[in-house]
């Protein structure tokens, strides 16, 4: 099953409290709690660029499967990490957040991020 596609944000679960512990300002989180981003995934082979548009922020990070690379996280920081695949998940692990995107049936994208007991996942539809 491809993650190609473009996927409009359906719902999301304890945005703010993850988005204080990983130092987003305030000001941001008010702003980006009811905006639906889209994200967008190109896969081609093992090759993925996944762009995801969030009001005027936009994050672009491409990476190979099993593959070190510099991927920006939610506050803009670089960092290095490996996404692995394991069936219809992706999976990467960037400065202590657990993050897994499952393709759902083919039509919705959920994405879960963990910081030690604090989980944020986001529902996105395929448009």
Known sequence: MSFSGKYQLE?????EPFMKAIGLPDELIQKGKDVK???EIEENG???KVTVTTGSKVLVNSFTIGQEAELETITGEKVK??????GNKLKVSLKGI????ELV????????MT???LVYKRTSKRM
């Open 46 to 48: 093992n090759d993925f």
């Open 11 to 15: 719902s999301q679960e304890n945005f």
């Open 37 to 39: 981003s889209i994200s």
């Open 98 to 101: 657990e993050s897994v995107t």
């Open 81 to 86: 990490a490996v996404v692995e695949r394991e």
């Open 115 to 117: 910081l030690g007991g």
């Open 105 to 112: 049936d083919g039509n919705m994208i959920v994405n879960t």
